[in-house]
């Protein structure tokens, strides 16, 4: 998949340490055996993004679980503040 063309701008480019503190304890519970799929946006500081599906989340049995969690996530979005 080639890089999309930004539609809109981030306001803020830079990591979070909210961001690396949940990658690192996603590693961790992953590497335990406690993680078996994960449905990921990933937001780039240069303005692009990536859609990833991995593990359990891209086999054909998951995707009405997967597209729930991913309308659950939109929700969220939508209710930022």
Do not use: W
Request: charged share 20%; aromatic share 4%; proline share 2%.
């Amino acid at each position: 998949m080639s890089d999309p063309t930004p539609i809109f701008s981030l306001h803020h480019r830079k990591a979070s340490t909210e961001t690396i503190s949940i990658l690192e304890s996603l590693l961790d519970e992953a590497k335990r055996g406690e993680i078996c799929g994960l449905a990921l946006v990933i937001l780039r500081s240069n303005n692009t993004y990536e859609l990833k599906l991995r593990g359990e989340a891209a086999t054909s049995g998951n995707q009405m679980y997967v597209a729930g969690m991913l309308s659950a996530l939109q929700k969220m979005v939508l209710e930022l503040e």
